[in-house]
């Protein structure tokens, strides 16, 4: 059974900073490529970031400078480092990890912004 879990996420006021993490179960971690989405609320899914699995990252423009993303293939675990937090960084931020045939989810983590 495949498991995405997130943690991490919380209430920050604006500048400030939170690390999201994933934690995979039941795939061969290593063969897939891993993301970050966020949905605010009224908005579609965005893509926030991605990193394969060779290590090549991509970023949104809204994110570029402030967030990084990492893997750790040994922990199985992906992770969102967040600087400079925006009040419109506000969202549930979901765990992707997909190849060329499947695509799963984790459940979501709310990261809200706010002084």
């Known amino acids: 059974q495949v498991k995405l879990v997130e943690s991490g996420g919380g209430l920050v006021q604006p500048g400030g900073s939170l690390r999201l993490s994933c934690a995979a179960s039941?795939?061969?971690?290593?063969?897939?490529?891993t993301a970050w989405y966020r949905q605010a609320p009224g908005k579609q899914r965005e893509l926030v970031a991605n990193?394969?699995?060779?290590?090549?990252?991509n970023y949104a423009d809204s994110v570029k400078g402030r967030f990084t993303i990492s893997r750790d293939n040994a922990k199985r675990a992906v992770y969102l480092q967040m600087n400079s937090l925006k009040p419109e960084d506000t969202a549930v931020y979901y765990c992707?990890?997909?190849?060329?045939?499947?695509?799963?989810w984790g459940q979501g983590t709310q990261v809200t912004v706010s002084s």
């Open positions: 039941g795939i061969i971690f290593s063969s897939y490529t």
């Open positions: 990193i394969t699995n060779v290590g090549s990252t």
């Open positions: 992707n990890c997909r190849n060329r045939w499947l695509s799963y």
